[in-house]
């Protein structure tokens, strides 16, 4: 069983910046991709950017050029650095591990942007 643990939320003035991070309790290095979602208040669980074990990335629109996913295999940890944050970026975050044979879910860390 894989544990997947988020860190890093909290509340910020919109313009402000805050680091998520999911620390995976198994290594991470060959994993297929590693994925950060957001779910707000009445809404689905959204894709907000993934990075593969090669490295690459993929991010929503509506976070392009703001946010940043990246993993340090060494500490089994990914991170998701989030700039210019705005009100609209609130919600819970969550991480997911995607492999081959299941997915697995962190519990998510709440994340909300006063105006």
């Known amino acids: 069983q894989v544990q997947l643990v988020e860190s890093g939320g909290g509340l910020v003035q919109a313009g402000g910046s805050l680091r998520l991070s999911c620390a995976a309790s198994r290594s991470i290095f060959s994993i297929r991709a590693m994925e950060w979602y957001r779910q707000a208040p009445g809404k689905q669980r959204d894709l907000v950017a993934s990075?593969?074990?090669?490295?690459?990335?993929n991010y929503a629109n509506s976070v392009k050029g703001r946010f940043t996913i990246s993993r340090d295999n060494a500490k089994n940890t990914v991170y998701l650095q989030m700039n210019s944050l705005k009100p609209e970026d609130t919600a819970v975050y969550y991480c997911?591990?995607?492999?081959?044979?299941?997915?697995?879910w962190g519990q998510g860390t709440l994340v909300s942007v006063s105006s």
């Open positions: 990075i593969t074990s090669g490295a690459s990335t």
């Open positions: 997911k591990m995607y492999t081959i044979s299941r997915d697995y």
